[in-house]
């Protein structure tokens, strides 16, 4: 599908293909959906699902620019303490309350957007800081932006993480079979617990890096990136009855999403029809991906 694009869209716009394009635009602006999606990934491998990641992004920002007023470089590790805590949250009510992960994170998505509203008033706030904005504006690397040198990085980490450590093996076994991994001795509850506090680590991470870029935050800066990021983890193959896919998978569907908007932006596709474009994709990927022998334990 992401060849498909890719050379259907080369065909429909000369632009696509430049460099300037693929790095600027494609690269930049999926980098942040990439962190958005690898935060998502991790409970949907186990069979649950947050649904408050752009929420968590949306409140992440508007801390940045809070606490970089006051703490300068401090307020890093203060934000993403907040969204390991945000995500820690959600993890105990889910797994020590035993409440749906679904209506778990739907309602601290309610929680984190009034939160964020609070401290801004509904409105953006800015901030000035060129140390601080370099972190996401600059180039490490000649050529490449920090957004994108940073979302790769994330991503071989989470892909480590997931393939290469007892916390990444637990996720899948949890996915595929819970009560085995009870049966197992494993401390279930606690790594039902892990993948909401990555989740929230890298929500947090997102909105940090995207106040950076803009210097500023708003309650619904992130807001659209929900949708996307589900629709890019099922078409990276991230099944949503748990036990199958990974983080490896979903810079796949990542790219495919990307690539996709990117496209139609560039053939001047109308903007509502482009939302038509991206819920059919999510139904279809679902449709496709989904383990039916399982869909009575989709929680």
């Known amino acids: ?36 999606a690898l935060a998502g990934t991790f409970p949907i491998l186990q069979q649950s699902i947050d649904l408050s990641v752009a929420a968590l992004v ?15 470089f401090l307020a890093i590790p203060m934000v993403l303490a907040a969204g390991m805590l945000a995500g820690f949250a959600n993890g105990y009510v889910f797994a020590k309350l035993k409440v749906p992960s679904f209506l778990v994170t739907l309602g601290t998505m309610s929680v984190m ?17 060129d140390a601080i904005r370099g972190i996401a504006t600059g180039e490490y690397l000649p050529g490449i932006p920090n957004l ?22 637990y996720c899948y076994a949890l996915g595929e079979n819970e009560r085995v991994v009870e049966l197992s001795g494993a401390k279930v509850d606690r790594y039902k617990i892990y993948p909401f506090v990555l989740s929230g680590l890298l929500c947090a991470i997102g909105g940090f890096l995207l106040a950076a870029r803009l210097s500023s935050a708003s309650p ?15 078409m990276g193959g991230t099944a ?5 896919g990974g983080p490896h998978r979903t810079i796949l569907g990542v790219l495919v999403i990307a690539v996709l908007q990117n496209g139609m932006n560039l053939t001047a596709v109308d903007p509502f029809v482009q939302e038509i474009i991206l819920g059919v994709v999510v139904v279809v990927a679902v449709a496709l991906s989904i383990d039916r022998r399982k869909i009575d334990v989709v929680k």
């Open 113 to 129: 957007t009034g939160v964020a509203l609070i401290i801004t008033g509904g409105s953006s706030i800015n901030f000035r800081n």
């Open 220 to 234: 619904d800066a992130g807001t659209d990136l929900l949708l996307p990021s589900i629709a890019a983890i099922v």
């Open 240 to 244: 949503l009855t748990g036990g199958v």
């Open 58 to 72: 949306n409140l992440s920002g508007v801390l940045t620019v809070i606490l970089v007023a006051q703490f300068g």
């Open 148 to 169: 994108v040198f940073w979302s790769v990085l994330i991503y071989l980490g989470t892909v480590f993480l997931a393939l290469r450590t007892k916390f990444g093996r």
């Open 1 to 36: 599908m992401l060849f498909g694009l890719m050379v259907l869209f080369s065909i429909l716009s000369s632009n696509f293909l430049t460099y300037g394009n693929l790095i600027n635009n494609v690269a930049v602006n999926s980098a942040l959906l990439l962190l958005v």
